[in-house]
Structures are given as structure tokens and as C-alpha cells.
């Protein structure tokens, strides 16, 4: 069995910025394409950012130029760095793994983290 865990959220000031943290556990042995989702109230989840297991990376265009998706494959753990942030970006943070492939032989799909709330107010 895998889990994917998400820290770092939290409340900060408009123009502030937080770093999000999503680590997977179990026995894995390499992760494809990860990448972070946010869901905001009464709203449908989008993708933020993804980021392939060679470093490629890839954003929604409302955080481009704000927001750095990166990871360390020696700790299965991907990072979402966010600057400038402002109300909009109020939501709930969700971690994605696409495939995570264990030592065992097994890989398992569309793997979600719990989520993590980011609140942008003064």
C-alpha cells in the first residue's frame, strides 16, 4: 500500500507565498508524473502544476510565472512553491501521483493525497 501526504498549507497575506509539500510512503520504488490539483469552494478541481519524473514541468496559466512545481525522486516527494499568491488561489490543495510503482512489482494509479488548505486573506 502507497500514501501520498501533503503539508504546508495554511492562511497568508495577499502577496504572501507558501510552500507545499506532498510525500508518498510505502514501498515505492518510482513515480511517474506527479502534480498538484486545487479545488476551490463550489468550484470543479483544476490542475495546477505537474512536473514528469525527468523534471519537465508544465502550469495552468492563471499561476505561471508564480507558482514552481519540483521534486526529489530519492525522497518520492513533490514541491509546490507558491509567490504572489491572491484570494483566488484560496482552495483546497490536492497532491497527485499519475502511477506509482512499488519495489514489490505492483503499481498503483491515480493516487490523491487528503489535501491541504491554502487561505489568501488580509
Given at each position: 500500500?502507497?500514501?501520498?501526504?501533503e503539508?504546508?498549507?495554511?492562511?497568508?497575506?495577499?502577496?504572501?507565498?507558501?510552500?507545499?509539500?506532498?510525500?508518498?510512503s510505502?514501498?515505492?520504488?518510482?513515480?511517474?508524473?506527479?502534480?498538484?490539483?486545487?479545488?476551490?469552494?463550489?468550484?470543479?478541481?483544476?490542475?495546477?502544476?505537474?512536473?514528469?519524473?525527468?523534471?519537465t514541468?508544465?502550469?495552468?496559466?492563471?499561476?505561471?510565472?508564480?507558482?514552481?512545481?519540483?521534486?526529489?525522486?530519492?525522497?518520492?516527494?513533490?514541491?509546490?512553491?507558491?509567490?504572489?499568491?491572491?484570494?483566488?488561489?484560496?482552495?483546497?490543495?490536492?497532491?497527485?501521483?499519475?502511477?506509482?510503482?512499488?519495489?514489490?512489482?505492483?503499481?498503483?494509479?491515480?493516487?490523491?493525497?487528503?489535501?491541504?488548505?491554502?487561505?489568501?486573506?488580509?
Amino acid at each position: 500500500q502507497v500514501r501520498l501526504v501533503e503539508s504546508g498549507g495554511g492562511s497568508v497575506q495577499p502577496g504572501g507565498s507558501l510552500r507545499l509539500s506532498c510525500a508518498a510512503s510505502g514501498t515505492v520504488f518510482a513515480i511517474n508524473t506527479m502534480g498538484w490539483y486545487r479545488q476551490a469552494p463550489g468550484k470543479q478541481r483544476e490542475l495546477v502544476a505537474t512536473i514528469i519524473s525527468e523534471g519537465t514541468t508544465d502550469y495552468a496559466d492563471s499561476v505561471r510565472g508564480r507558482f514552481t512545481i519540483s521534486r526529489d525522486n530519492a525522497k518520492n516527494t513533490v514541491y509546490l512553491q507558491m509567490s504572489s499568491l491572491n484570494a483566488e488561489d484560496t482552495a483546497v490543495y490536492y497532491c497527485n501521483a499519475d502511477r506509482i510503482y512499488t519495489s514489490r512489482g505492483v503499481y498503483y494509479t491515480d493516487n490523491w493525497g487528503q489535501g491541504t488548505q491554502v487561505t489568501v486573506s488580509s
